[in-house]
């Protein structure tokens, strides 16, 4: 017998955890179909030999009262699961200076830059300035009324008039010293500054990094499980190892879809929570190629090596920061343009997090474990070895053993030789857990060309069919994501009048 549901979700990254639940909260009977053994896309946690790793995430912003995902967590019903320990101590390692920080949030940081470059404090102050006005523009946007509407170049005017501006533009524009600009380049992207989007910029640093960043205790993971346990308590169903082969449609409009296994569920609204590409390919043929067409031109983010290691040394007794972010190389734009190349440099720029620092239960007394991630590109090496898999295991082992010892020579002496075990995952892995095409670690390119509104919007051409996640609006990350779900849900919930 077919199954009916009022909506189905394909997909448990943030924005289709986020969606399913706010649909089931609201009454509507919801569907969330996952491919893998455990929901939370990128937002997972898995073990090893006593100890517990995160997937990609090192921190989280927003958490904060009154941040955007406190709000979300709080909307599903799924705060009170999780306990957000405040990051305090974060080292930026610079080629020629370094930046320390012992208290979080943005302001924090461009306290201890203005100690740095007191020369540069007009242009900080400007720069923390125009980032202000741009979250208050997107938050009204968000709570957009009919006479805002009217008066709209009036009311939103930094979101005109820097639409297509770059980090680049407003760096150059406001500061004289490269190093302040390296600086403030230092942000959860792929981009360099000439292709990064300073609209782009400005949102993630007021919604996610303003009120500082926390970690949820337990492990990133805790959040897509305390919302995958929101939505069951809701009554809604979650199928694990469940992959959809194709979205039915009939009569121009969505009306379910059919598993890899055979099975059918059927339901008017179908939300995704994949790639785009991905998503095209699962419709049927004839709705394909112009799909298809609306997604020409779309860029992807680069995606990352990560390194997961397990020490017996005592990394709280050497005065470790939770996150160290190591850059070797002066030249952002150079080292883009490697990346392009399917290059990396020959010291990459390596962002370490020690979690056990701030949970020790994540591992067994005594011992620590960290996780090291480096942004490189899908084609490294003929896309990690050319699908001959010696040529991988020896590229991946050789990548391995780099960033060990440039992290024994820049931040942990000695690490060699006390390292108990160690794993790594490729943009390979990345891709074949997620279904991130390329491994896209943060979704789509944050590009002028891609922000806001020129970003693929939550309901597509096809009645009845929405998409959410860091591919959609707003942006990328777990705030990003969250907020693509919550907006897509509320898009849905107008509709039917269940607001």
């Given at each position: 017998m077919v199954k009916t549901y009022d909506a189905i979700v394909i997909g448990s990254g943030m924005g289709g955890l986020t969606a399913a639940c706010l649909l089931e909260k609201k009454g509507l009977k919801t569907l969330l179909l996952e491919k893998e053994k455990q929901a939370g896309g990128y937002v997972v946690s898995f073990k090893r030999h006593g100890f517990t790793f995160d997937a990609t995430g090192s921190f989280v912003g927003g958490c904060q009262e009154g941040g955007e995902l406190n709000q979300i967590l709080k909307e599903i019903g799924a705060y009170e699961e999780i306990e957000f320990i405040p990051i305090r101590h974060i080292r930026n390692i610079y080629p020629g200076f370094e930046v320390q920080l012992r208290q979080g949030g943005f302001h924090s940081y461009t306290d201890a830059l203005l100690n740095l470059f007191p020369e540069e404090e007009k242009g900080l102050k400007a720069y923390l300035s125009l980032i202000q006005q741009i979250g208050e523009e997107v938050k009204s946007y968000s709570e957009i009324t009919l006479i805002k509407k009217i008066l709209f170049p009036f009311y939103f005017r930094n979101l005109i008039r820097l639409h297509r501006t770059s980090h680049m533009e407003i760096l150059n524009r406001l500061f004289r010293g490269g190093e302040i600009k390296m600086?403030?380049?230092?942000?959860?992207?792929?981009?360099?500054?000439?292709?990064?989007?300073?609209?782009?910029?400005?949102?993630?640093?007021?919604?996610?990094?303003?009120?500082?960043?926390?970690?949820?205790?337990?492990?990133?993971?805790?959040?897509?499980?305390?919302?995958?346990?929101?939505?069951?308590?809701?009554?809604?169903?979650?199928?694990?190892?469940?992959?959809?082969?194709?979205?039915?449609i009939k009569d121009g409009?969505?009306?379910?879809?059919?598993?890899?296994?055979?099975?059918?569920?059927?339901?008017?609204?179908?939300?995704?929570?994949?790639?785009?590409?991905?998503l095209a390919k699962i419709?049927?043929?004839?709705?394909?190629?112009?799909?298809?067409?609306?997604?020409?031109?779309?860029?992807?983010?680069?995606?990352?090596?990560?390194?997961?290691?397990?020490?017996?040394?005592?990394?709280?007794?050497?005065?470790?920061?939770?996150?160290?972010?190591?850059?070797?190389?002066?030249?952002?734009?150079?080292?883009?343009?490697?990346?392009?190349?399917?290059?990396?440099?020959?010291?990459?720029?390596?962002?370490?997090s020690i979690p056990t620092l701030v949970d020790p239960s994540l591992a067994p007394t005594g011992q620590h474990l960290l996780k090291a991630l480096v942004t490189v590109p899908y084609h490294y090496q003929e896309r990690w070895g050319g699908g001959d898999p010696v040529k991988y295991r020896h590229i991946k082992e050789e990548f391995s053993q780099k960033i060990l010892q440039q992290l024994e020579g820049k931040l942990i002496p000695g690490l060699r030789n006390h390292v108990l075990f160690y794993e790594a995952a490729t943009p390979l892995t990345l891709e074949r857990y997620t279904g991130n095409e390329m491994g896209a670690i943060y979704g789509l390119a944050s590009t002028p060309q891609q922000v806001g509104n020129l970003r693929p919007p939550h309901q597509t051409s096809i009645p009845g069919l929405f998409q959410v996640g860091h591919y959609t609006r707003p942006s990328h990350g777990i705030v990003g994501a969250s907020l693509s779900g919550f907006i897509a849900a509320r898009i849905i919930l107008q509709k039917l009048h269940r607001v």
């Open positions: 600086a403030l380049s230092t942000l959860p992207i792929t981009d360099p500054p000439s292709r990064l989007s300073f609209l782009f910029t400005a949102i993630m640093v007021s919604k996610s990094l303003m009120g500082g960043v926390f970690y949820p205790k337990g492990g990133t993971g805790r959040i897509s499980e305390a919302m995958a346990n929101s939505f069951l308590r809701s009554g809604g169903e979650i199928h694990l190892q469940t992959e959809v082969d194709q979205i039915l409009r969505v009306e379910g879809v059919l598993t890899k296994d055979g099975e059918i569920f059927q339901a008017p609204l179908v939300i995704s929570n994949i790639n785009p590409n991905l419709l049927p043929f004839e709705f394909q190629k112009s799909f298809a067409k609306k997604l020409r031109g779309l860029e992807y983010s680069l995606s990352g090596f990560l390194l997961y290691i397990a020490t017996d040394l005592d990394l709280r007794k050497m005065g470790l920061p939770y996150f160290t972010y190591l850059r070797f190389l002066s030249d952002l734009e150079e080292e883009d343009r490697m990346f392009q190349r399917g290059e990396v440099p020959k010291n990459p720029t390596t962002m370490v």
